[in-house]
């Protein structure tokens, strides 16, 4: 059974670039869209982006500008990067697997556990 | 703005049924996926495409869709489904996933 894990800094100050990884086990990273979604204390879900493991990405519009995903496939791992950060970018911080993205049906499963993140200086 | 709709809150009494709905374009080409959210914890899975509840999801939850709304259904709501439920497809252009605003279900 698959299973994702984010780990990272909990505090980042305003303008800095705020970076965490997810560690997957139990399956194979090979084959499967791996997204960074994010919720607002008390708002909802933003999808923020993904990568596949033939290192495609593809971005939030609203977020493109300052967020980088890459994977080391190597370490059955995944990271986000989100520059210039803002109070406005205080979320917990989820990754998940997306299934079959480019077909009619796709859905996130498994999902993480989710880190917070709190930028402030 | 989200580009998928919910209601913001719907409450159904304990054993009876509630359907959660959501709206938006998108949902005229592509399924809904849609997810649990419990206090403090993460999404889980509890319905997508045309017609699969993941292993382990009870059969009281069942999805359905019609135009550009699909819908999630309770049938039979018990007090641990008291939960956040969010949708999820596409936007406009069908090239970036979305959520929905959100659902609080409430069980009386």
């Known amino acids: 059974q698959v299973q994702l894990q984010e780990s990272g800094p909990g505090l980042v100050k305003p303008s800095e670039t705020l970076s965490l990884t997810c560690s997957i086990s139990g399956g194979s990273i090979r084959g499967y869209f791996w997204s960074w979604i994010r919720q607002p204390p008390g708002k909802g879900l933003e999808w923020i982006g993904y990568?596949?493991?033939?290192?495609?990405?593809n971005y939030n519009p609203s977020l493109k500008s300052r967020v980088t995903i890459s994977v080391d496939t190597s370490k059955s791992q995944f990271s986000l990067k989100l520059s210039s950060v803002t109070a406005a970018d205080t979320a917990v911080y989820f990754c998940?697997?997306?299934?079959?993205?480019?077909?009619?049906?796709?859905?996130?499963?498994?999902w993480g556990q989710g880190t917070l993140v709190i930028v402030s200086s | 703005s989200s580009e998928l709709t919910q209601d913001p809150a719907v409450s159904v009494a304990l054993g009876q049924t509630v359907r959660i709905t959501c709206q938006g374009d998108?949902?005229?080409?592509?399924?809904a996926s849609w997810y649990q959210q419990k206090s403090g914890q993460a999404p889980v899975l509890v319905f997508y495409?045309?017609?699969t509840r993941p292993s382990g999801i009870p059969d009281r939850f069942s999805g359905s869709s019609s135009g550009d709304t699909a819908s999630l259904t309770i049938t039979g709501a018990q007090a641990e489904d008291e939960a956040d439920y969010y949708c999820n497809s596409r936007d406009r252009s069908g090239k970036h996933p979305v959520f929905g605003t959100g659902t609080k279900v409430s069980v009386l």
């Open positions: 998108s949902l005229r080409s592509y399924y």
């Open positions: 990568i596949s493991n033939g290192d495609s990405t």
């Open positions: 495409g045309e017609n």
């Open positions: 998940a697997r997306c299934h079959d993205f480019w077909s009619t049906s796709s859905w996130f499963d498994p």
